[in-house]
């Protein structure tokens, strides 16, 4: 044990989502700690990988602000860094029957030579009518966490990695985190802690699920696959969502599916089958079908889903002191460094009412 350490805040868990809080609270010159279990660049959570998407196209209009919000993070993220992070490509997503995907900008397109002229790559279903998001583009996931750690450091943050909670505790002036090193203490506690969350935080354990979820990359330069040949793209099938992201700046094309078996975090992420493999490869040949599939990567991460895929945001009821940061869901990512600076807000006594959609309070909690 290396003793007490002292600070005004302390998260948990150095995902996007918690690197993003550290690095606006490090920004403000808050006196912020971050601790994660594992060593940066691990791949035992949901943030780890080359790309994600970003998109406009949101079945329901009340997460238009922070969608917005979020496009203006990454761009603020980019100036900081000075850092090519987004890749803007436009977004096709098919769906057999109404759509509810709806956003600034979208437009419904069932007209397949409308379709072709958009994507020419993309075989969308016989059928599928499909949403065009124009906004829709590629993040950079590695490079943007590796932005973030690095602003966090120059900012002052103390971040800790290799570091296991075995516990916290409410005291008098704030919390008390038990670690693995010794305690630290803090005014405010916030608890990213992805797959981890419903552990470090007993409270959420009813509303979480964790799943496996997997993903094919192919060869980079392909032509079928680069933009404007093929954008983001997705087709929404009964047995899971198939998402697909466009090989911008050499990271290749990268196919999977938004469903997967329940998964204990504890045991390591299994990578894919050689059957999964095959399935993964079929799907990418049926949707874009000039594409030579043989995969550069195979990979598992694990998603953290709650069942109407809201996140949850905020302070506890019964603990006023910790802020729940359970913001994944399969969509999570795009909304890093937005809710980097949300959570900032609320854990320097900020008011953040625009989520209310996504709050503690909603839950209950």
């Not at 000039?290 to 709650?306: F, I, K, N, Q």
Request: hydrophobic share 45%; aromatic share 6%.
């Amino acid at each position: 044990m290396s003793g007490v350490v002292s600070a005004d805040v302390v998260v948990l868990g150095l995902g996007i989502h918690g690197m993003s809080t550290v690095a606006a609270l490090a920004g403000r010159g808050v006196r912020v700690i971050g601790v994660d279990r594992f060593a940066p660049g691990h791949s035992r959570g949901s943030s780890h990988g080359r790309t994600r998407m970003i998109r406009r196209a949101y079945p329901n209009p009340v997460w238009n602000a922070l969608v917005e919000k979020a496009f203006d993070a990454w761009e603020a993220l980019e100036r900081a860094s000075g850092e090519k992070l987004l890749h803007r490509t436009g977004g096709l997503y098919a769906h057999e029957g109404a759509s509810q995907l709806q956003g600034p900008d979208c437009v419904l397109v069932d007209d397949r030579a409308e379709m072709a002229a958009l994507m020419p790559s993309f075989a969308v279903p016989e059928g599928y009518p499909a949403v065009y998001d124009p906004s829709a583009g590629v993040l950079e996931a590695d490079r943007s966490l590796i932005a973030l750690r690095r602003l966090a450091e120059a900012a002052g943050a103390d971040l800790r990695d290799g570091e296991r909670v075995l516990g916290w505790d409410t005291v008098a002036d704030g919390v008390e985190v038990r670690t693995d090193r010794g305690v630290v203490r803090a005014h405010r506690l916030v608890v990213a802690g992805g797959s981890w969350a419903g552990t470090l935080l007993p409270q959420l354990s009813g509303l979480l699920e964790v799943w496996r979820i997997l993903t094919v990359t192919v060869r980079a330069g392909q032509p079928a696959g680069i933009p404007s040949a093929l954008g983001a793209f997705s087709v929404d099938r009964a047995e899971g969502l198939v998402f697909g992201i466009p090989d911008a700046d050499g990271n290749g094309v990268k196919l999977g599916v938004d469903a997967g078996e329940v998964w204990d975090p504890e045991t390591p992420v299994a990578p894919p089958t050689p059957a999964e493999a095959d399935a993964l490869r079929s799907l990418l040949h049926a949707y874009v079908p000039a594409l030579d599939t043989a995969p550069v990567e195979l990979a598992a991460c694990l998603y953290t889903m709650t069942e109407d895929k809201r996140f949850v945001i905020g302070p506890l009821a019964d603990a006023p002191e910790v802020i729940a940061v359970s913001a994944c869901s399969g969509h999570g990512f795009k909304f890093g460094p937005a809710i980097g600076d949300a959570v900032a807000d609320l854990a320097t006594g900020i008011e953040r009412p625009d989520l209310d959609f996504i709050s503690t309070a909603r839950r209950g909690i």
